[in-house]
């Protein structure tokens, strides 16, 4: 009887029916940690009229934190109430945004009768309001704003802002009053929580754990800082979504390769650069061009030229120039971009981080492109190849010969570093046989001969065969030579750019 | 008693071998087979002693890897048939761990591991 006289009610006011409006009124974007206002106000639609309104709301506290609330209507007796971790169970047989139509059925018998009209939640509050005036109450006039913090998502298990405040129920005298914007879905949330941001490290240096990462704010302060793994990744936590940082990126200045960046391989190559490009650096605009430009530019001046090559051929020598950024032992110069802005979003946490050590003019220990190689720097390394080189020491006539017996025919310039035992051996001479116009060097520092030959036109070829003899004298009695001269570093380069590993046999 | 039976064998045995050809390698760089090389100590500063026993009179190369099995010293050796009493010196090496190994061309006759302290 109840249902049938509610029924009747509701068929008699049908043409009287309004809306109950819910919605925010913030603009967009929306930052985690915003200050969300959701408004509430009523719309006429066919001529109502309401002296009472009554309606429960609900919003997820998950996603929002509840600051304060203000009624804004002039002469209405006003209530809201509140009651956390519970949510409205609506009749889904019944339109959701029929509001009146919820309402009937909750106070027609399910809010008597059954337990689960609201039912436990832990995720939801609930809100109702109370509205009551001796005269019509207008329309399109703000009832109410209820503000709200907005909470990170990153540690619930929510995905998105979607459905954080529902309209549960309303009644208002004799209307029917529907819903005008029943759910409120936040479609542009910014910031919060990125969670785990991936940095891939790209470069040809294969010791990827001795490079670092720091993450820092648009001001230069440092957020977050650590190690690449092995495979050159890096999980960064901390950060947050739509903020943008800065990433920098160097080799730990411990690494015991940096030594080794450096070679005559990348001299040679500035040498055929300078005399390809003159006095004027490439002027290709892509990243990679300018990317190079800092690589190769060593003396900073803006140009590449052969003050460069020069720069790095006194270096592989030992012999360096001051003024001059060349990556060396113990010190790199360290130059690293991305491949986009590094701004964690919703759905974008991976990031490349691009490496280049300045003077690796061959990029044997930084990132390579492809483009290089088929532009006119094109001795870029792309394929080491490996050559079997035979070097020996020999004991003759109570001193210590080194000598290389180079067979191939092909090289432009050829770079080795020896070590000796100085305890028991003095450098006495270096005896070059690399042919008449090749430039050759050599350098004493220490315990370590720096030798070699370049031929910077790149258009001749050193001279096959015992190319290069160096005489040690003992400074104590020694029966052989074994262990007694140490081959750090032996590298060439054929005429045509093709850089060699020297395995030696 | 035992003891002093067998101080007199050895010395009888010791009196019956020729002076000229008699070759006093240390017990610990000995080598039973006829070519090998084996080294005094495999913790060495400075130097190491190494028998290089080989098995003709000639030229052969001594070899020293390092531990990714790169080679970094090398020398030819003119040596005798038989023990050959040689060095190997590490000061110049990286303290590390490293092989060191002796070739007849290009066939190995024998190596042994050391490391460099």
């Given amino acids: 009887m109840k249902k049938l006289l509610l029924l009747l009610l509701s068929a008699i006011t049908y043409g009287q029916d309004m809306y109950l409006d819910h919605s925010f009124i913030n603009g967009l974007p929306i930052y985690v940690g915003d200050t969300l206002s959701i408004k509430f106000n009523t719309i006429d639609n066919n001529n109502s009229t309401y002296k009472l309104l009554q309606f429960d709301y609900q919003y997820n506290n998950k996603l929002l934190q509840k600051i304060d609330h203000t009624f804004y209507t002039d002469g209405p007796q006003t209530s809201l109430n509140h009651w956390d971790g519970y949510s409205f169970n609506p009749n889904t047989d019944i339109s959701l945004s029929d509001l009146t139509g919820q309402y009937n059925w909750w106070a027609g018998g399910a809010y008597a009768a059954s337990t689960t009209s609201y039912n436990s939640s832990s995720d939801w509050s609930v809100e109702r309001i109370t509205l009551q005036h001796t005269s019509n109450i207008p329309h399109a006039e703000t009832i109410l704003i209820v503000r709200f913090l907005l909470k990170d ?319 040690f004298n003992p400074k104590v009695e020694i029966t052989n030579a074994a262990g007694l001269i140490y081959f750090r570093r032996q590298e060439a380069v054929t005429t045509a750019g093709q850089k060699l590993n020297l395995n030696l046999k | 008693m035992k003891k002093l039976i067998g101080l007199i064998v050895i010395l009888f045995f010791s009196c019956q071998k020729d002076p000229t050809v008699y070759t006093p390698i240390p017990y610990v760089l000995e080598i039973p087979e006829v070519s090998g090389l084996k080294l005094e100590s495999y913790i060495v500063t400075d130097k190491v002693q190494v028998n290089v026993k080989l098995p003709e009179t000639g030229q052969y190369r001594i070899k020293i890897f390092d531990f990714t099995n790169k080679l970094v010293s090398q020398e030819l050796v003119n040596g005798q048939k038989g023990d050959n009493i040689l060095n190997v010196y590490v000061n110049a090496l990286p303290p590390s761990s490293y092989t060191v190994s002796l070739y007849d061309n290009n066939t190995l006759i024998g190596k042994e591991f050391f490391t460099n302290e």
């Fill in chain 1, 153 to 471: 998502k990153a540690n619930t298990n929510y995905s998105n802002y979607n459905n954080i405040s529902k309209l549960s129920w309303a009644r208002a005298d004799g209307n029917v009053v529907y819903g005008m914007t029943n759910v409120i879905n936040l479609q542009d949330v910014k910031g919060g929580g990125a969670g785990d941001v991936v940095l891939k490290l790209n470069t040809q240096a294969e010791q990827k754990e001795d490079y670092m990462y720091s993450i820092m704010d648009k001001v230069g302060t440092e957020i977050t800082s650590g190690n690449f793994d092995a495979n050159g990744e890096a999980i960064i936590q901390g950060l947050e979504n739509d903020i943008e940082y800065q990433v920098g990126v160097w080799v730990n200045s411990d690494a015991t390769w940096l030594g080794d960046v450096v070679s005559l391989t990348d001299a040679y190559m500035l040498f055929l650069q300078a005399i390809n490009a003159g006095e004027n650096p490439d002027e290709q605009d892509n990243i990679v061009d300018e990317i190079r430009k800092v690589v190769y530019d060593v003396n900073a001046d803006g140009v590449i030229n052969f003050d460069d090559s020069y720069a790095l051929l006194m270096h592989v020598i030992g012999e360096p120039l001051e003024n001059t950024y060349i990556t060396a032992d113990k010190w790199a110069y360290n130059i690293s971009d991305l491949d986009k802005p590094f701004k964690p979003t919703e759905n974008d946490k991976t990031f490349n981080a691009y490496h280049y050590l300045a003077g690796d003019a061959d990029f044997s220990h930084s990132h390579y492109e492809a483009q290089v190689a088929v532009s006119r720097f094109s001795l870029a390394k792309e394929n080491v190849i490996d050559h079997d080189l035979d070097l020996t020491t020999e004991l003759v006539n109570g001193k210590i010969e080194f000598v290389v017996n180079l067979d191939r025919d092909d090289l432009s310039a050829i770079e080795f570093i020896t070590d000796f035992d100085e305890t028991k051996l003095e450098f006495e001479k270096i005896v070059f046989d690399s042919g008449d116009v090749i430039t050759n060097y050599s350098t004493i520092k220490n315990n370590s001969v720096y030798f070699g030959s370049i031929e910077p036109e790149g258009k001749l070829q050193i001279k096959t065969g015992k190319s290069y003899k160096i005489v």
